[in-house]
């Protein structure tokens, strides 16, 4: 009865491991390698020029990502913001399959751009595109996330869902929790929370605003201006 039980055991251990195998396919690499490589795992340093949204290379870094150049000087040459408008939009472009995952840092001298999902901090000295970021986005003029947990900052910062804090000079979210102090104003077109600046609007508010100019769905208001119920529309 124990040998059978035993024989079991190791023909459960064995599929297990067998069909882990089979799902994972990346080759893994330690403790540097360059991110440009299709469908890898690198433990460490993962390193390279920069990233593009042209196709998805289904590469993880756990550790640090390092883009030498990176394509952020370009982004503020861009006509319009990358972020969606509408859930559908965003659903869609959630269900495109992801370029990266990064857990860890992702650097960039410039900036990133691409349909990453990041896990930490990412930094880029111009400007940032992401899908998706669980942590903190920082750049000197420009963040764009579709989907953001936790902290942006830069001169602009814009996401469309937007959960935590965001700082600049300008802040815009689509559908926003948390907060948003902005130098010069700030935008949500659904937002729970505090909106800090000299302009600030949302169209559908529950909270706070602080500012010289202040517009919700119930009233527009100098210095402060709130709204607490729920909206039934």
Same mark, same amino acid.
């Given at each position: 009865m124990k040998q059978t039980a035993s024989i079991l055991t190791i023909l459960f251990f064995i599929l297990t491991i067998s069909s882990y195998g089979?799902?994972?396919?990346?080759?893994? @690499?330690?403790?540097?390698? =360059?991110? *440009?490589?299709?469908?890898?795992?690198? *433990?460490?340093?993962s390193i390279g020029l920069w990233s593009f949204n042209s196709e998805p290379r289904f590469t993880n870094t756990n550790g640090i990502k390092i883009e030498l150049?990176? #394509?952020g000087i370009g982004i503020p040459l861009i006509p319009r913001s990358p972020i969606v408008e509408t859930d559908s939009a965003f659903i869609k472009l959630k269900q495109e399959p992801l370029s990266e995952r990064i857990n860890g840092l992702n650097l960039s001298a410039s900036g990133s751009a691409c349909h990453c999902l990041t896990n930490g901090l990412t930094a880029g000295f %111009? $400007? &940032?595109?992401?899908?998706?970021?669980?942590?903190?986005? =920082?750049s000197l003029f420009m963040n764009f996330t579709q989907k953001h947990n936790g902290v942006m900052t830069a001169l602009f910062n814009d996401a469309y869902y937007m959960n935590g804090l965001q700082i600049?000079?300008?802040?815009? $979210?689509?559908?926003?929790?948390?907060? &948003? %102090?902005?130098? %010069? $104003?700030? @935008?949500?077109?659904?937002?729970?929370? #505090? &909106?800090?600046?000299? @302009?600030?609007k949302s169209e559908k508010f529950k909270g706070i605003q602080i500012g010289l100019w202040n517009v919700n769905q119930k009233r527009k208001l100098p210095l402060i201006n709130w709204n607490f119920k729920r909206d039934t529309e």
């Open positions: 089979q799902v994972d396919k990346r080759k893994n @690499y330690f403790p540097i390698w =360059t991110f *440009h490589k299709d469908s890898i795992n690198i *433990h460490g340093i150049i990176g #394509v %111009i $400007g &940032q595109i992401h899908f998706q970021v669980n942590g903190i986005s =920082t600049g000079l300008g802040n815009n $979210g689509f559908k926003t929790k948390g907060v &948003q %102090i902005g130098g %010069i $104003g700030n @935008y949500a077109k659904e937002m729970q929370g #505090v &909106q800090i600046g000299l @302009y600030n």
